[in-house]
DNA sequence: CTAACACATACCCCAATGGCTATACGATAA
DNA sequence: TTATCGTATAGCCATTGGGGTATGTGTTAG
């Protein structure tokens, strides 16, 4: 089974591809050739990793003439909010029940 | 550079770190024997995750005896919310500067 | 129609990494 | 002290995956 956030784990682990998502997010939507030009990596290494980010849901292409254009989709992220704000409910109720604990030993 | 959510992504994004993690958090402290029974993996495996977990600051082990007990450090995922927040945060400026244009436009 | 362009795909290479078994090491039990 | 137990480390192997170059495909310019 491959849930919403393992997939978002894996394609954001990659610090290239963090990094077109970044810019993505910061600058706005790009081309290809745009994002390649500061990439530091060769144009069809780009086009790659923005395939696995599209696969990921966390960009969009929009084709126009031989141009195409890619933007962040920042609701793909919601998984990874929900996965951590799960985490953290976990703890959080842990930490409930030790105060319960607690205080049925108090009195 | 290695930037704190560079550490956290890369450590989360294997499955089988991220279910000890997860574990971690659902059910509290626990020994590495404990962990290893239904991990689906050999102990030295458990361990050396375990190991890559404890360097990303995501877990703390405390000896006891032979046994070694390791629990979630919650606080250590604050660099994954913050990036999110900022990725979150440089697509509400761009939007906001959208409005703005369009506002201007309109008088 | 042809050439140049923008991007995607195919293919190969190599380093990183996750899995294993064997073994070392510290702590306890006998 | 010795045997056993719990965990960590070492060494090995197979796979994954990110990088490159070469080339395919569709589009616009001349």
Redesign the pocket.
Known sequence: MSTAHDVLF?TL??P?RRALFERLCREGEK???AL?ARAG?????V??????LKQAGLVR?RHE????HYSAQLGALTPLVDWTSQMAGFWQSRFDDLEDLLRRMDQ
């Open positions: 894996r682990a990659d290239t081309t290809v050739g390649t990596v060769s144009q069809p290494v086009s790659k990793h923005l395939g696995i292409d003439g031989r141009h195409t």
